[in-house]
C-alpha cells in the first residue's frame, strides 16, 4: 500500500472499516493521525492498534470515557497518570475502592475523596494511611466513627473526647487505667456511673476524683472500709451523717475514743457504746 497510496491520502482510497485490511496495526502512526483516530478506529478494537504505552498519543484526557471501558483503566492508565487521565469528580467511575491504594497516594486524598464518602474508599483499618490524626474532624462524622477503641489515642485529643465518644460508651473507649488521661475529675458525673465507680476509681485516688460533699453520689455506705481510711473520716462523712456510713458495732474502728464528742450525741450514746465500754469512751 505504501508504494501505491501516500498516508495523507489514505482516506479517499481506503474505508474506515477496512482499515485491518489495508494496514498493520503497528504501522498505524504512519497512516492515522492522533486526531483522526476516531475515524479509522472503533473503541472496542482500541487494544489492537493502540499500545497501553501510547495512550496519551492516541487519546485525548476528555475522551478517555470514548475509549477505555472503566475496567480496563489499569491497562491503559498508569497509576501515576491518573490525574492527567481522571477528574476527582468521576474517581467512582474509574477506580474500584478496593483499588484506591493504586491510584491515589495518602497524601493527595483530598483532592480524590470527598470527607462524606471516606467510608467507601479507605477501611477503618487503613485510617491510619490515609488520614492524619489532626486532620479526623474533616473526614470523620462522630457518629459514623471509624476509629478503633484501641487508637483512640492517635485520633482524638482528651479535650475533644466529649465530641467523639458519648458517655454511654466510655467502657468502649477508654480503659480505666487511662481515666485520667481522657476525663477531668471534675467532669466524672458526665462519663462515668455511681455504680462503676470501682471499676474506674482507685480507693487509693479517691480524693482526686470525688468531693467530699459528693460522697453519697459514688460510694456506698457498705463500701466505705474501701474508699475511706479511717483516719480521714472526718474529711468525707459529717458527723451529722456517720450513722449513715458507719455501724455501732464498727465505731472503734472509724472513731478515736478522744474524738466520741464530735461524732456521737449524748443523747445516742447508748446506740454507739455498750455499757461496759463506758469507760473506753467517756470520761
Do not use: C, K, N, S
Not at 478506529?41 to 495512550?55: F, G, H, I, Q
Not at 467510608?119 to 478503633?148: F, G, K, L, N, S
Not at 488521661?181 to 467532669?187: C, Q
Request: aromatic residues 10%; charged residues 35%; without cysteine.
Amino acid at each position: 500500500m505504501a508504494t501505491w497510496v501516500r498516508p495523507e491520502d489514505m482516506a479517499t482510497w481506503v474505508r474506515p472499516e477496512d482499515i485491518a485490511t489495508w494496514i498493520r496495526p503497528e504501522d498505524i502512526a504512519t497512516w492515522v493521525r492522533p486526531e483522526d483516530i476516531a475515524t479509522w478506529v472503533r473503541p472496542e478494537d482500541m487494544a489492537t492498534w493502540v499500545r497501553p504505552e501510547d495512550t496519551a498519543t492516541w487519546v485525548r484526557p476528555e475522551d478517555i470515557a470514548t475509549w477505555v471501558r472503566p475496567e480496563d483503566t489499569a491497562t491503559w492508565v498508569r497509576p501515576e497518570d491518573t490525574a492527567t487521565w481522571v477528574r476527582p469528580e468521576d474517581i467512582a467511575t474509574w477506580i474500584r475502592p478496593e483499588d484506591i491504594a493504586t491510584w491515589v497516594r495518602p497524601e493527595d486524598i483530598a483532592t480524590w475523596v470527598r470527607p462524606e464518602d471516606i467510608a467507601t474508599w479507605v477501611r477503618p483499618e487503613d485510617m491510619a494511611t490515609w488520614v492524619r490524626p489532626e486532620d479526623i474532624a474533616t473526614w470523620v462524622r462522630p457518629e459514623d466513627q471509624r476509629v478503633r477503641p484501641e487508637d483512640i489515642a492517635t485520633w482524638v485529643r482528651p479535650e475533644d473526647m466529649a465530641t467523639w465518644v458519648r458517655p454511654e460508651d466510655t467502657a468502649t473507649w477508654v480503659r480505666p487505667e487511662d481515666i485520667a488521661t481522657w476525663v477531668r475529675p471534675e467532669d466524672m458525673a458526665t462519663w462515668v456511673r455511681p455504680e462503676d465507680t470501682a471499676t474506674w476509681v482507685r480507693p487509693e485516688d479517691i480524693a482526686t476524683w470525688v468531693r467530699p460533699e459528693d460522697i453519697a453520689t459514688w460510694v456506698r455506705p457498705e463500701d466505705m472500709a474501701t474508699w475511706v481510711r479511717p483516719e480521714d473520716i472526718a474529711t468525707w462523712v459529717r458527723p451529722e451523717d456517720i450513722a449513715t456510713w458507719v455501724r455501732p458495732e464498727d465505731i472503734a474502728t472509724w472513731v478515736r475514743p478522744e474524738d466520741i464528742a464530735t461524732w456521737v450525741r449524748p443523747e445516742d450514746i447508748a446506740t454507739w457504746v455498750r455499757p461496759e465500754d463506758i469507760a473506753t469512751w467517756v470520761t
